[in-house]
């Protein structure tokens, strides 16, 4: 089991930047791929990006270019740096880890076992 804790969201004019962290207590940190998804009021949770043990990422098309994971598996961390930051990226951001996931299903909020409680970002226009 892997628990997650997320920090490092707010409120930010469009055109800023954030960066999220995400501190994981629990074993084997350094197999899990980890995720970052977001849920907007009214939406479904949305895959943002992720990176594997080997540190392969993947982006949602919103994101790729402005937005970048990393991990620091010394720390048991995992970031999300957002730049240009857009009204449209307000949403609940969520941190999740899963060592079973394989590429193919990176994206599928449903293969993902251990979840953040979120922290809040908000773009104004």
């Known amino acids: 089991q892997l628990q997650l804790v997320e920090s490092g969201g707010g409120l930010v004019q469009s055109g800023g930047s954030l960066r999220l962290s995400c501190v994981g207590t629990?074993?084997?940190?350094?197999?899990?791929?980890l995720a970052w998804f977001r849920q907007a009021p009214g939406k479904e949770r949305e895959f943002v990006s992720a990176?594997?043990?080997?540190?392969?990422?993947a982006y949602a098309d919103s994101t790729k270019g402005r937005f970048t994971i990393s991990r620091d598996n010394t720390g048991n961390t995992v970031y999300l740096q957002m730049n240009s930051l857009k009204p449209e990226d307000t949403a609940l951001y969520f941190c999740?880890?899963?060592?079973?996931?394989?590429?193919?299903?990176?994206?599928?909020?449903?293969?993902?076992?251990?979840w953040g409680q979120g922290t809040q970002v908000t773009v104004s226009s």
């Open positions: 990176i594997r043990y080997n540190r392969n990422t």
């Open positions: 999740a880890g899963d060592a079973q996931i394989i590429q193919s299903q990176l994206r599928n909020p449903v293969q993902y076992k251990n």
């Open positions: 629990g074993s084997s940190f350094s197999r899990y791929t």
